[in-house]
């Protein structure tokens, strides 16, 4: 299984709402990773979790909360959005992020989030 | 620190002309190299890698690249593109050691004509 599964596939939310993205990973990876991608641009890079363990935050406001409750899913806790917040999320693993071949990201389908 | 560039935003070819993707990059060592495609609206699917060895790497989907440690390059090709080859592509490069996730480029776009 080298999939990375990400739910839902489409989310639109108000600004009041609270909504949480899903990502799961069934290949034992140890490094999950969360990526916002604006049309027409390369991914950004936003959470890094390491061995469960939250190690890199790209300065991104408190209104995204990452969790990782286990070392095959990572979840992303949306409140209090705004409407240039709207994007393609996207969920990455690798076997560690030690750096060298370990580093080698398998991605998820991405969630195309809309907030109104 | 490491960097991408492709200097390509954009790249027309028609439907069976081959195909090159310029990708440079920017790092203190012998990097890893990927290439990742993304269709519209999905998640981003690896072409192929660079780690070591053969400079000439054969990926998935007949992509071959070429890594040019004296170009600090590592240009993707394709001889006969096909429509279902229109998409966005990504070069990202690795470090050897250290805490630090794929740095990508700016990507680029490819159309496919008739």
């Known amino acids: 299984d080298t999939e990375v599964t990400q739910t839902p596939k489409h989310l639109v939310m108000g600004m009041t709402n609270k909504k949480s993205l899903k990502c799961e990973q069934h290949m034992g990876h140890r490094a999950m990773y969360w990526y916002k991608q604006k049309a027409k641009k390369p991914p950004e890079l936003m959470f890094v979790y390491s061995y469960e363990k939250l190690s890199i935050n790209e300065s991104v406001p408190s209104r995204f909360s990452p969790e990782c409750p286990n070392s095959s899913l990572l979840n992303l806790h949306l409140h209090a959005l705004q409407p240039e917040d709207s994007a393609l999320y996207l969920c990455?693993?690798?076997?560690?992020?030690?750096?060298?071949?370990?580093?080698?990201?398998?991605f998820g389908q991405g969630t195309r989030l809309t907030v109104v | 620190a490491q960097s991408v560039t492709q200097p390509d935003i954009h790249i027309t070819v028609s439907e069976g002309a081959s195909l090159e993707l310029r990708c440079n990059y920017s790092y203190g060592a012998t990097p890893y190299l990927f290439w990742y495609v993304q269709s519209p609206g999905q998640g981003l699917q690896l072409l192929l890698k660079y780690f070591s060895g053969d400079t000439l790497v054969q990926g998935i989907k007949g992509f071959e690249a070429e890594f040019k440690r004296s170009q600090s390059s590592f240009n993707l090709r394709k001889p006969s593109v096909h429509w279902s080859d229109a998409a966005e592509y990504f070069c990202a490069v690795g470090s050897r050691s250290g805490n630090t996730p794929l740095v990508f480029g700016k990507g680029t776009r490819l159309s496919v004509i008739a």
């Open positions: 990455a693993s690798s076997r560690s992020s030690g750096g060298g071949r370990e580093a080698e990201a398998f």
